[in-house]
């Protein structure tokens, strides 16, 4: 490795780039990450954590209203837009700090700019050419627009995050996370707001009580739900946006925000030069150890579309230096891994769904409840809560835990350590729960839902 400049080349500084680039540096490695926007990527800049700032935000406008419940007067009240985005600012500009700290004390050299790889050992940034034994791709993905007239007039979560105004009517285009989060944000925030998704239901992958019920809920609120319906032009006129519908339905906003999916970050990195295999969506193609093609090109993260969660990117990064500097090859498993989706009502979920449950194992035990949050016995808030498992019959063993309710991935972090240790429903039943909480429904489930015919 002497003869290169570093021994590794991280291009793209997200949470899976800078840790790779951290843990191969305390391996004794010298390494180098260059970055052409911010530092921390995707997830501290223009995802989760101002996503979760904002949605703490809109939640307010629920928690005002059920204090009354409790006995507090709550005056006029009012949401300072400008004001939310200048602080949720100060926060990231903080957090870009302390990444730049962490590289820094790391030893790792800070390049800023675009970089291009040359060479299966050579990268360029800003006209510099730079070596390495091994080459890193951590560059993440991009919100994608479709190809429609009048596309141009549509933002995407990227821009949602500095609008200059709260927009009063926002239709929000797609039924993934990103658009449920979204719609939520701005319903609480005081928009009215309609969501268009071309399928049956929003949130494809994820089990069908969790989506049947986060449904009902955000119809509850009031925001408009338009399933089997899409976007086929969008017009700009006086009165703000026209979007018309399959049908030739029209609905009328003031600003529309496309959430139909994100894209691998691969374009204009050289990949084609030195023969690194992408699929037809542009993602770098790797095995079980995250490398590509060519030996000394590895990839993680966003970009090579395989599950696409920062957590994830975060142990795909720690798995290469492992690999590369530590004399410990590691790849990472995708069994278990939790996720939640920070709607209103929040979604937190674990292992198979029960669809996918029945295709692989069979015969399963469902057991599920549904029932209203102590807290809003005295709010008369009508929200309910669902959880959900789902057992395997032969085994007894946990295949899979699904909620929708209040704080649902805080819950739910704790039941992936019990799925990951292969726990059962007997030790579900057998661990004593802590009352009163919504959480200890999870271990308090007796009632098997009958088999479907």
């Given at each position: 490795m ?31 990450i ?9 997830c ?43 602080n ?82 926002v ?35 994820f ?57 691998p ?79 209103l ?62 704080e649902?991935?805080?819950?739910i972090?704790?039941?992936a ?37």
């Amino acid at each position: 490795m002497a003869g290169y400049d570093y021994d590794l080349f991280t291009i793209g500084a997200g949470s899976g780039g800078v840790r790779a680039s951290r843990v191969s540096a305390s391996c004794g490695a010298r390494v180098a990450i260059a970055e052409e926007r911010y530092l921390g990527g995707t997830c501290v800049n223009v995802g989760c954590i101002p996503k979760k700032l904002l949605v703490y935000a809109a939640h307010f406008s629920e928690d005002f209203e059920d204090a009354a419940g409790f006995g507090w007067g709550v005056g006029a009240r009012s949401v300072d837009w400008s004001g939310l985005i200048a602080n949720k600012n100060g926060e990231i500009e903080r957090l870009n700090g302390v990444y730049q700290r962490l590289l820094a004390d790391a030893g790792v050299a800070i390049l800023y700019g675009h970089a291009e790889i040359l060479d299966p050992h050579t990268v360029v940034v800003g006209g510099e050419r730079h070596t390495a034994e091994y080459i890193l791709i951590a560059t993440g993905s991009w919100p994608s627009v479709p190809e429609i007239p009048g596309a141009e007039h549509a933002i995407t979560s990227n821009e949602a995050f500095f609008l200059p105004a709260l927009p009063p009517r926002v239709i929000i285009v797609g039924g993934g996370y990103v658009g449920v989060e979204f719609a939520g944000i701005f319903h609480g925030l005081g928009a009215r707001v309609t969501e268009i998704h071309r399928g049956r239901l929003f949130l494809r992958g994820f089990d069908d009580d969790v989506r049947e019920t986060l449904a009902a809920e955000m119809a509850k609120k009031g925001i408009d739900l338009r399933f089997n319906a899409e976007v086929k032009k969008i017009e700009k006129f006086t009165g703000g946006i026209r979007v018309t519908l399959t049908g030739g339905l029209t609905v009328e906003a003031d600003q529309i925000m496309f959430a139909t999916g994100r894209r691998p970050n691969t374009r204009g990195l050289g990949l084609e030069k030195v023969g690194v295999e992408v699929d037809q969506k542009g993602a770098v193609v790797v095995d079980d150890y995250s490398r590509s093609i060519v030996p000394s090109i590895y990839a993680i993260g966003d970009c090579t579309d395989r599950l696409k969660l920062t957590p994830v990117a975060i142990a795909e990064g720690r798995a290469v230096a492992e690999t590369l500097f530590n004399k410990n090859p590691m790849k990472p498993s995708y069994a278990n891994v939790p996720s939640a989706v920070f709607s209103l009502p929040n979604v937190g979920t674990v292992g198979l769904t029960e669809t996918e449950a029945r295709q692989r194992y069979g015969e399963v035990d469902v057991y599920k409840t549904t029932f209203r949050p102590l807290k809003h016995t005295l709010t008369g808030r009508d929200e309910m809560t669902m959880m959900k498992l789902v057992v395997d019959r032969a085994t007894d063993r946990v295949l899979g835990c699904h909620m929708v309710g209040h704080e649902a991935g805080e819950i739910i972090q704790g039941l992936a350590v019990a799925l990951t240790c292969g726990a059962t429903k007997a030790q579900f039943d057998s661990t004593i729960g802590i009352h009163p909480t919504a959480a200890e429904e999870f271990v308090t489930m007796r009632s098997r839902v009958p088999d479907p015919a």
